[in-house]
């Protein structure tokens, strides 16, 4: 059983940075995938906003936060990190960490459906 736990949500204003923080327990970090989805109103569907390998830390990202969103992960504090700059009201929602296991050979994926733990996300608002 693996426990997320996001912080590092808020009010920001449009140009802001952010970085928000995913820490997790109960399993083997260093073979975690890690990914961060947005929830955003009106509907249910969680979209990625970028995802981290457990193999070389590679990252993946979602078309929303080109060139403004990187990701990074630190094993030795079992913690990822999504920060995002040039804030935009199009980037509010609800900010959800996950992850899933990783497999020697597979690709990392964001399809929110292969990601098994999911915190319990933070809120980010992004006024104009």
């Known amino acids: 059983q693996v426990h997320l736990v996001e912080s590092g949500g808020g009010l920001m204003q449009t140009g802001d940075s952010l970085t928000l923080s995913c820490s997790a327990s109960?399993?083997?970090?260093?073979?975690?995938?890690i990914g961060w989805f947005r929830q955003a109103p009106p509907g249910p569907e969680r979209e990625v906003v970028a995802a981290v390998n457990w193999n070389r830390g590679g990252g993946r990202y979602g078309d929303s936060g080109t060139g403004r969103v990187t990701i990074s992960r630190d094993n030795a504090k079992n913690t990822v990190r999504l920060q995002m700059t040039n804030l935009k009201p199009e980037d509010t929602g609800f900010y959800y960490c996950a992850s899933y296991r990783g497999t020697w050979g597979q690709p990392l994926t964001t399809r929110h459906e292969d990601y098994n733990y999911w915190g319990q996300g933070t809120q980010v608002t992004v006024s104009s």
């Open positions: 109960g399993g083997v970090f260093e073979r975690l995938n």
